[in-house]
């Protein structure tokens, strides 16, 4: 007869073994073909699916959308790209796939019929969408099967494309893999204040959750090159494109938000030399105040930072006065920025993307519930005031 511990030593044995052997279920990664970036845009066909649709093989759909995606190692697959992925020269590292359609879910299970190894998007870096589509679709559509799909990662970068999405997500590069290299530039963000902090998934599914317009970094491309410059508007309540920031409105909207450094302020001095300033540490108060039911906002923002160009070299006794002129020079131009770019969010477009929401509903919850329905009508009236105030902490071993 069996004692109880050798019964223990059995079940143990067989947990061991069921823990090395591997899920049963298990599919190997070169079984599998993994799309690293998702492009989305205005419905177009491509040639191969005009061919194919001509032969008989299409099914019931409108030409709303079309989807690409990006596959890598492009090896993995023995499909051809449908869009440009390297030049004849090289051999590609990544492939671009696109099927059109009005679902994005039937998209994706049009793949299988057109690729020996399924689609999986656990490793998904970002998602580009392209500025027509937005304008016609809100995200909260398009992106709702990216939202409810369980593989794909509530972390990727979601773009907005100035022109296609398809673009963008092209490289004239073969060594070059688009998904991997936007990402990158994100990184950049801590020396440039025209560089948004990374916007994910989840970030913006909470964004659209919670009724608020939001902002979404620009990528604009030429010749298989990209480069991001300024943001995208979107709309509360409809979550559509409604217009654009510059580069300077992102550095000026980086005054407001609690971003701690990074970007240069460039002047002149009188004789019309060119001098920079760089951003070596911030700090920003949005102060909300509720009189009587009506609402303001003042800003107060400092920073330190060094004197890192000047073509006009200062002679050594002038060194005091003029760098606390150079102080008011950058901080006059810190105003500018700020005032061309409330004008925008709050006249131009009346759209809130600066959170100054945030600020009032922490400090005065009540007078929020009041007005968190139509916010952005409101934002629209409220007067904001500002102060900055620019340090010049040192001026370069040059001046020394």
């Known amino acids: 007869m069996i004692s109880l511990r050798m019964w223990l030593r059995i079940l143990s044995a067989l947990l061991t073994l069921s823990l090395i052997s591997g899920c049963w279920s298990s599919r190997e990664i070169e079984d599998l073909s993994l799309y690293v970036a998702l492009g989305i845009d205005v419905g177009h066909e491509t040639e191969f699916e005009k061919n194919i ?30 869009q440009g992925g390297s030049p004849s020269s090289g051999k590609s590292s990544y492939s671009n796939e696109q099927l059109t359609g009005d679902s994005m879910l039937q998209i994706f299970r049009q793949f299988a019929l057109r690729r020996d190894r399924p ?20 995200l909260q559509q398009l992106l709702d099967f990216v939202l409810r799909d369980n593989d794909i990662r509530p972390n990727c970068l979601v773009l907005i494309s100035h022109h296609r999405a398809v673009d963008v997500l092209t490289s004239r590069d073969p060594s070059r893999i688009p998904a991997f290299y936007l990402t990158g ?20 599914d909470a964004e659209m959750q919670s009724g608020s317009s939001f902002l979404l970094q620009n990528v604009l491309n030429a010749d298989g090159e990209d480069k991001f410059s300024g943001g995208s508007i979107f709309k509360a309540k409809t979550t559509k494109f409604i217009g654009e920031l510059s580069q300077t409105d992102l ?57 890192m160009e000047d073509w006009r070299a200062p002679e050594k006794e002038e060194k005091g006065a003029y760098l606390k002129e150079l102080e008011q020079d950058f901080a006059k131009i810190v105003d500018q920025q700020i005032d061309q770019m409330l004008y925008k969010i709050q006249h131009r477009y009346k759209a809130d993307v600066a959170g100054f929401r945030d600020s009032l509903r922490i400090h005065y919850p009540k007078t929020w519930k009041k007005v968190k329905d139509n916010w952005d009508e409101v934002f629209a009236t409220v007067p904001i005031t500002y102060e900055i105030k620019t340090s010049i902490v040192n001026p370069g071993s040059s001046t020394e």
């Not at 689609?119 to 809100?138: M, P």
């Not at 204040?193 to 990374?198: A, D, G, L, Q």
């Open 53 to 82: 649709s001509a032969q008989g093989g299409h099914y019931p759909k409108e030409d709303n959308v079309t989807a690409t995606v990006q596959i890598a190692p492009g090896k993995s697959s023995g499909q051809q790209s449908e």
């Open 119 to 138: 689609l999986i998007g656990h490793h998904l870096k970002v998602i580009v969408i392209s500025k027509d589509i937005s304008k016609k679709y809100g």
């Open 185 to 204: 530039i994100t990184n950049n963000s801590y020396i440039s204040n025209k560089i948004m902090e990374p916007v994910s998934l989840a970030k913006l």
């Open 251 to 307: 550095e000026a909207l980086s005054w407001i938000k609690p971003k701690e450094k990074g970007g240069v302020i460039k002047t002149y001095s009188k004789e019309g030399f060119t001098v920079l300033y760089e951003i070596k540490k911030k700090t920003t108060k949005i102060i909300p105040k509720v009189v009587h039911g009506d609402i303001s906002f003042h800003v107060k923002a400092e920073s330190e930072g060094w004197l």
